[in-house]
């Protein structure tokens, strides 16, 4: 008997951003499908406009399983998570534990398949995946100054920040081009 897809079913319980005031409470498994549309989006736009050849489809799947870790760890909030070196350093290395534990809950003979994906090493999709994570963070953070909760300003102000700080020319195109729409009603859209 393997428990893998009984525990990863289980990120719809993990909210996200517990340390805010919330209008609406977002899970990881919300979250995750929508970094996977994120990510598989900056790959495409890369590829069509920038000449690169990320594999949209791998991203995507990344995207699913990016924070399938937090099943196991919580999701602990960015201000403790980066409070200083130290304390990063140990959640990346509770991080690596959390999906290692998850991955022993595979089969042996597909935890291979899974390893790439739950654990990735390629350094280039990581970093789309990281782009697309952040842009779901600046998503959340338009949402909910938009429905009035300025808890959330100084957050969108820091995402929007990072973002900038990635480098990365998919990243800002699809931000130049998409991310003006999550400021209209839905009657403007």
């Given at each position: 008997?393997?428990?893998?897809?009984?525990?990863?079913?289980?990120?719809?319980?993990?909210?996200?951003?517990?340390?805010?005031?919330?209008?609406?409470?977002?899970?990881?498994?919300e979250?995750?499908?929508?970094?996977?549309?994120?990510?598989?989006?900056?790959?495409?736009?890369?590829?069509?406009?920038?000449?690169?050849?990320?594999?949209?489809e791998?991203?995507?799947?990344?995207g699913?399983?990016?924070?399938?870790?937090?099943?196991?760890?919580?999701?602990?909030?960015?201000?403790?998570?980066?409070?200083?070196?130290?304390?990063?350093?140990?959640?990346?290395?509770?991080?690596?534990?959390?999906?290692?534990?998850?991955?022993?809950?595979?089969?042996?003979?597909?935890?291979g398949?899974?390893?790439?994906?739950?654990?990735?090493?390629?350094?280039?999709?990581?970093?789309?995946?990281?782009?697309?994570?952040?842009?779901?963070?600046?998503?959340?953070?338009?949402?909910?100054?938009?429905?009035?909760?300025?808890?959330?300003s100084?957050?969108?102000?820091?995402?929007?920040?990072?973002?900038?700080?990635?480098?990365?020319?998919?990243?800002?195109?699809?931000?130049?081009?998409?991310?003006?729409?999550f400021?209209?009603?839905l009657?403007e859209?």
């Amino acid at each position: 008997m393997s428990s893998f897809f009984a525990m990863t079913a289980r990120m719809k319980y993990i909210n996200r951003w517990g340390l805010m005031n919330n209008t609406r409470y977002e899970n990881i498994s919300e979250h995750s499908l929508q970094v996977s549309m994120l990510a598989h989006a900056l790959c495409i736009f890369s590829n069509k406009r920038f000449g690169t050849s990320y594999d949209a489809e791998k991203a995507a799947v990344i995207g699913l399983y990016h924070d399938a870790g937090e099943i196991i760890t919580g999701d602990m909030p960015t201000p403790i998570k980066y409070y200083n070196a130290d304390i990063k350093s140990s959640y990346k290395e509770i991080e690596r534990i959390a999906e290692e534990r998850l991955l022993s809950l595979l089969p042996e003979d597909i935890r291979g398949e899974y390893e790439e994906i739950v654990s990735p090493t390629d350094s280039e999709l990581q970093k789309i995946v990281k782009a697309a994570d952040k842009l779901s963070a600046l998503i959340k953070c338009i949402e909910e100054v938009r429905m009035g909760n300025m808890e959330f300003s100084d957050a969108k102000a820091s995402t929007e920040r990072s973002l900038s700080e990635m480098d990365l020319d998919c990243l800002d195109a699809f931000i130049a081009e998409f991310i003006p729409a999550f400021y209209k009603t839905l009657d403007e859209l």
